[in-house]
Each structure stands twice: as C-alpha cells, then as structure tokens.
C-alpha cells in the first residue's frame, strides 16, 4: 500500500510513519462519508498507487472508479445513500443500529458526549448530522491518533473509543454499504472501510 496525503495538517508533523497513516485512512473515509469529494480531492484519489495487499487493491479500484465518475455524480450518489428521504438510505448513525449495548439506542449520542467531556475532546461540529454518524467517529479517531485535540491519545484510550463506539456497528454498516444497489463510488470506500477496521481490531487485540 502506498502512503498518500489527505488534509495534512501541523497536528501530524511529528506523528510516526505508521501512525500517520492510521490517521490518514481514519481521517479520508471520514471526509468521504461526511460530504462527496471535491475535485481536489477527486484528483488525489484518481491518483492512488495501490498494490497487492488488501488494502492496496482497495485503492486501485477507488483510483479506478474516480476516474470515471465526475463530482455532480457522487454528489448525486451520496445524497441518494445518506439522506434519509432516500429509498436507498443506508444508515450512518450509531443510534440508528441495536448491536452497540444493552442501553436504549437513544443513550447512544449522550454516552459518547459523557465521554468526550471526559477526554477534554471538542468534536468538530458537522451540519446537519450528529456526533455518531460515522464520518464523525472515525474523524474522531484521526484526531485521537494525530493530536489534533491538543495531545495524542494512547492506544488504551483509543481501543476505549473504537470498541465502544466504532467497532459494535461500523461494519455493519460498511457491509450494507458496500453491498447497496446504487453504490458505485462508495462501494471500494466501504470494503476499505471494513478491511481497515479488521486490521484495527486484529492490532488493538494484540496491542500494537
């Protein structure tokens, strides 16, 4: 897998290689699912180098599909899987899904808020979606990782996060997004999702 940049910033100026690009991968899947690329970014990921691990042929077929389908399309396709007027709504939402907890799904967004203010983090705000929309959480654990909430936070406090708000659901809903009807540019976003957070969990398990 070849190394890319997104959205670097001062924060990861002194962040290890392999942190980086944890942060990197967290960090792109949460633009992408938060809003439909722009052409700056389109052209980034028109450029990627994959290779013939799992997750570098991820990245040939997101180059791949790039290529092909202009900004006004994805935009079209985001809109179609995200919003909930959709026939084809996929649901990005931790609250939306039961597999997280025994607590009401309403307890979701508050137990995550309860967190946060413990961990003295200020979550970017997003129009129109809440703090538990994936694009959220794994922006989330971009900053967690590249000290863009003032330090970095150590694996124990990360595994904390991805267990308890990432790992319960997310790859459901990468699994459902991967597999809609209309996915076409979002569905290589959602196998790199899914094959990203394996190697996460499988890493957190053994304590890398």
Known sequence: MSAFAFDQNDDWDDTPETELL???????????????????????????????????????????????????LIKHEHHQLFHTESYNYVR?????????????????????????QKSHIIAPAHHGVNQDHAGALLELMAGMISGAFGRVMDLEEQQHYFKKYVLCWMPLFFEKLETSEIATFYMPIATLGRQFLEIEKQAFEIGI
């Open 22 to 72: 944890r942060a990197q991968l967290y960090a792109l899947l949460a633009h992408l699912l938060l809003m439909p690329p722009k052409m700056e970014l389109l052209l980034t990921l028109q450029n990627l180098a994959g290779d013939s691990s799992n997750l570098g042929q991820c990245f040939t077929t997101i180059s791949l599909t790039a290529r092909r389908m202009s900004p006004a």
């Open 92 to 116: 990005p939402h931790q609250s939306e899904y039961h597999t997280c907890s025994a607590t009401p799904i309403d307890q979701c967004l508050q137990d995550l808020q309860e967190d946060l």
